[in-house]
């Protein structure tokens, strides 16, 4: 193998991290909102391929897990912000909030001495997101009261405290469930009649799990 074709093997879950990322600028573009499921779902697909071909080339290393941190903040406070500015007012505020918990995360899944197993990871908000953007597309209520409360229940589960295993994706940790949790939040896009199963999936594991680690950490907390 050349050297430049050796260069990129190396650096191949890398180069997935940003291509995962590129393509979102399209939100960037006035009427691109319609754009936002599909973007949604793609980059879910590259930050969760990166770690697959990590794992699977032998390829892990702290710099690349630090890329991926920082890709995913970037992505993720873009989407946020994109769906906030796109209706305004308060879930425009709550979308703010959301971004600087995603910094504060990201900021402290860098730091050597963080605990990695607390909290939630920045695309549960993503999915949640979609799910409800899914379930306004098919039943067509008002989605601003579920977007805020979305926007800063994520914003406080990612800072917590304490680990909250019983969400989906975290459940799922071989290669072909992985990719089934990814066909599951395309075909809650592209099938809407399949949207009110997947986010009672989704959304249901994450309170439960949320409920759950809450609990549980208060009573240590009091032990």
Known sequence: MNT????LYR???NVVSFVGVLPLVILLREEAFIYLGPLIVFNNFMDDLDGILAKKLGLCSEFGAD?????????HILIAMVVGSHYGGVVLAASLVSAIAI???????ISPSHTAS???PTNELMRHILMLTALHHLFGFDITPYLITAYLLNSLSMLVP????HLVRTRTKSATAILGVNVALAVTWYAPVTAPLMAASF???YLYSFA???VGWLRRANA
């Open 4 to 7: 430049p074709l050796k260069l």
């Open 11 to 13: 650096n191949l879950p």
């Open 67 to 75: 890329l991926d941190n920082v890709c995913d903040a970037v992505a």
């Open 103 to 109: 910094l504060i995360r990201v900021v402290q899944r």
């Open 118 to 120: 607390t909290g939630t």
């Open 162 to 165: 304490f680990a909250m295993p």
């Open 203 to 205: 959304l249901g594991t």
């Open 212 to 214: 759950v680690g809450a």
